[in-house]
């Protein structure tokens, strides 16, 4: 799509969408996705933070892929706060932004939108390594996240954001309602810009993260040791939380991508569609990102037992609220 008929798509959005909205005052659309975005982010950076919580107050949870989880789920509590410019804007009653502020805003929650998609990956990389080797040591592990994992996630997310701030010059003055998608889907249709690139990348690791799992589960199989011995329990265990988790995460990473590098580029939506998709694609996003603290708590024996042992306390200030005197 040429810059122009970008320029003039942004202008019909504006028009139909932007300005029907701020007209009405209050909009209950804007309410109602704006409750949604509330409801799903503090959701999501509560459980997120209980895995980061969990990680490191026990100590049988110091294996990479616990640290590769707890390094996930911070990323996902700062890329899920973005969402509250838009609620905040919504809520106000401003309802509208400029465009270059919500970027600067919302830099850092894209940042770790980047940083996540990468740790995804280098998850299911770590799980068919450690299946590989299954003899590395902390060490090692400690030194391969830190070394190789942490500043290659911090490169991508870093262009991610340098991208979006390049090539937001032709909406600088622009309102819109401060949703993230508002930002990535408008960049991303430019003509020429990284972030379309981008967002192709990232549609391709992902993919590339579902095949190596793919690749563990036929490995785990064929492994020779007994299927009752403790190794192989264990193998199994860590596998199937991970491989639950991954798949729910990568599958709303790989629709949000698939829907901006695919289906936008190539579809022409009217401007009320297009907005609204943008919504709920990133909501879908935000619920699968939400999902890691239920899952560990219902696959894996350890987090769960971690899980109890944590939130004891406020369980039983619950309960004793809870009793009624007679």
Request: charged share 10%; glycine share 4%; with cysteine.
């Amino acid at each position: 799509m040429a810059l122009n008929s970008t320029a003039f798509y942004f202008e019909s959005i504006r028009n139909e969408v932007y300005n029907k909205f701020a007209e009405e005052r209050p909009s209950w659309t804007l309410v109602v996705f704006a409750s949604i975005y509330t409801f799903v982010a503090s959701v999501g950076i509560v459980m997120n933070f209980l895995v980061v919580f969990v990680t490191i107050r026990t100590k049988e949870l110091k294996g990479s892929a616990n640290k590769l989880l707890a390094l996930y789920s911070l990323f996902e509590m700062v890329h899920q706060s973005g969402h509250f410019l838009f609620v905040y804007t919504v809520f106000s009653g401003h309802y509208l932004i400029e465009f270059s502020i919500a970027v600067r805003i919302l830099s850092p929650s894209f940042f770790a939108f980047g940083c996540t998609t990468l740790l995804l990956f280098f998850t299911s990389i770590d799980r068919l390594l450690y299946v590989l080797f299954p003899l590395r040591t902390a060490q090692n592990d400690n030194a391969i996240i830190c070394c190789v994992v942490l500043p290659i996630a911090g490169m991508f997310g870093a262009f991610y954001v340098g991208s979006l701030n390049l090539n937001c010059g032709s909406f600088d003055e622009h309102l819109i309602f401060g949703t993230m998608t508002d930002i990535g889907a408008f960049v991303s249709i430019q003509c020429d810009n990284w972030v379309q690139l981008l967002y192709e990348i990232v549609t391709i690791i992902l993919l590339a993260a579902i095949v190596i799992y793919v690749l563990i589960a036929i490995l785990l199989h064929f492994k020779k040791a007994p299927s009752n011995s403790n190794s192989n329990q264990f193998n199994m265990r860590i596998f199937r939380s991970l491989f639950i988790i991954v798949s729910v995460n990568i599958s709303g990473y790989f629709v949000m991508n698939f829907y901006v590098a695919i289906i936008l580029p190539y579809i022409v939506l009217l401007p009320m569609a297009f907005w609204k998709w943008n919504q709920i694609i990133s909501i879908v996003l935000n619920v699968s990102a939400a999902s890691n603290a239920p899952i560990l708590y219902l696959s894996s024996s350890e987090y769960r037992k971690a899980f109890r042992k944590e939130l004891k306390p406020f369980i039983k200030i619950f309960s004793r609220n809870s009793v009624q005197p007679h």
